[in-house]
């Protein structure tokens, strides 16, 4: 059992916000299916040190009560890679489980591309180029890069990457399950000191990239479909401006762009868009263009 997965175990625990002693941290520990002997307290010490340097977690001791607890908790709870490394976590914990009772656990297809990932990171972290073939919907022919991987995102469930090309233009975004003949090219480049995760996707909405100006776009939702957005904010910039008892009001800052329609369409008759005109129109064009398919 690695190092890595037993101090994601101990983030975990402690992150269910409760203070625990290392004799019920212990006591957890017995039942894990990635158990393999206590935790004596210098192998804890270690573990404390290597979460606080790797992940920047802080496991601090109450000498009063003889318990540890996460000092920074809210780094974690607001830290999109804490939630996705804890969901994955939960995951590996349940596989055996889940494995014995298959007929009971339903699921979509596993995105694919994540093999990728491990190369595409590997030359992010040498500072390397990364060379590739990949097939574009709106293209018959793989064509071949070489390029300068600045980052990786998520979304809907697939992996994708943002590259920059060796020209220093603008960089494009490149879906994993696309790519093949992946490796990394013995050429050393970084990215553009301005290519950045939260300057390329400043305002964007999904993976697409805009360049227009952001807008505050204003959205009328009905019934119980309220319920469902406080629940799951179609994007972070959400505030819920008005309530009342059949609509709430709900606004964002946002550059329009394709994923946006899509996700707007997908909460069907009980979304309005209200502002600005340029989106509302967009979406009332949309929804005439489908209709004609049913005349």
Avoid at 126 to 142: A, N, T
Avoid at 243 to 248: E, F, K, N, R
Wanted: aromatic letters at 12%; proline letters at 4%.
């Amino acid at each position: 059992m690695g190092k890595i997965e037993k101090c994601l175990y101990i983030v975990e625990l402690l992150s269910r916000g409760k203070a625990l002693s290392l004799r019920e941290i212990n006591e957890h520990w017995e039942y894990s299916s990635l158990y393999d002997g206590e935790i004596i307290p210098k192998t804890f010490g270690r573990y404390k040190e290597y979460i606080s340097s790797v992940f920047a977690i802080d496991i601090e001791y109450d000498a009063h009560t003889r318990c540890y607890y996460i000092a920074n908790m809210d780094d974690v709870q607001s830290n999109a890679i804490y939630r996705y490394l804890l969901s994955a976590f939960h995951i590996q914990e349940l596989s055996e489980l889940a494995l014995k009772h298959k007929d009971k656990v339903l699921l979509d297809e596993a995105p694919s591309g994540v093999e990728h990932l491990h190369t595409i990171l590997e030359a992010i972290d040498k500072g390397q180029l990364v060379e590739f073939d990949y097939r574009s919907f709106s293209r018959k022919e793989e064509t071949r890069h070489k390029l300068i991987p600045c980052f990786v995102k998520t979304w809907e469930q697939r992996w994708y990457l943002v590259a920059e090309p060796l020209t220093r233009k603008t960089p494009s975004v490149y879906a994993l399950e696309r790519i093949s003949g992946l490796h990394l090219v013995d050429e050393e480049a970084v990215p553009s000191a301005e290519v950045s995760p939260q300057a390329y996707f400043d305002a964007c909405f999904g993976v697409n990239h805009e360049d227009c100006a952001p807008q505050l776009i204003k959205l009328k939702v009905y019934g119980t479909q309220v319920d469902y957005i406080r629940a799951r904010p179609i994007h972070s910039s959400q505030q819920e401006v008005e309530t009342h008892d059949d609509y709430s009001i709900f606004t964002y800052w946002l550059r329009p762009s394709y994923n946006l329609y899509q996700t707007l369409l997908w909460h069907r008759e009980k979304l309005e868009v209200l502002a600005p005109e340029c989106v509302r129109e967009e979406i009332k064009g949309i929804v005439e263009r489908m209709m004609g398919w049913y005349e």
